[in-house]
């Protein structure tokens, strides 16, 4: 098990990403536990996981640290959110999800881990969960809504000055009969206008019509 180039807190072994496991002994969905060195990892599956998919396919901007605090929006049952827990350990997930049956999901993930606090609301109305989240260094949003990129910008207010926005854009959620390419080139030309764009990393061949945009 080595490190990735991008974090020491992802490892790599036979071309699988891993992140040492929070609370060893619990999966959090079909994920292999891998123990090494007396140490328990989780594998990442970037079929399950856009920000594993983003890693495989060369994301390079991770600024995701041990103390770090993030804002996760549309964390449906928890997947990619539990990896982010593994990774910062010390820090704190706000995770908003507004399907209820998802969200039972994710408050059940959420219970066993202390860095992640489970959110029922809507992300298209930040104002009510101001009250809760604090000012954070990451934003991570995967929602298949054909106004994301609208939302991101309202939640933009919890964002720290230099702090990172991560956006899984979805094309055929915001248009299903306009080629992805077109799409994409919409989205970050809105984006622009509150992001500086630093990556744009497609999600193909985990996931179709996928974007990754970090600013």
């Not at 600024?63 to 964390?75: E, K, Q």
């Not at 910062?88 to 969200?103: D, I, N, Y």
């Not at 609208?150 to 933009?156: P, S």
Request: aromatic share 10%; proline share 5%.
């Amino acid at each position: 098990m080595k490190a990735h180039s991008v974090s020491s807190d992802i490892f790599v072994e036979e071309d699988w990403l891993h992140t040492r496991n929070l609370v060893p002994g619990e999966r959090v969905y079909t994920e292999k536990l891998v123990e090494e060195g007396g140490v328990e990892y989780r594998s990442w599956n970037p079929y399950k996981s856009k920000l594993a998919a983003g890693l495989l396919n060369g994301l390079q901007t991770f600024p995701f640290g041990v103390d770090t605090t993030v804002l996760y929006l549309g964390a449906a049952s928890g997947t990619t959110a539990s990896h982010i827990s593994d990774i910062c350990s010390k820090g704190l997930l706000f995770c908003v999800e507004f399907s209820p049956r998802t969200a039972r999901e994710l408050v059940y993930t959420c219970e066993k881990r202390k860095n992640m606090l489970p959110l029922l609301k809507d992300a298209s109305q930040p104002e009510t969960y101001a009250d809760v989240v604090t000012q954070v260094d990451i934003i991570y949003q995967d929602i298949a809504q054909p106004n994301q990129s609208e939302i991101l910008e309202r939640n933009c207010v919890f964002l720290k000055e230099k702090g990172y926005a991560f956006i899984c854009i979805k094309s055929r959620s915001i248009d299903v009969a306009a080629e992805p390419a077109s799409v994409f080139k919409k989205e970050v030309k809105l984006l622009r206008t509150f992001l500086d764009i630093q990556e744009r990393i497609p999600l193909d061949p985990y996931e179709r019509d996928h974007l990754m945009v970090v600013g």
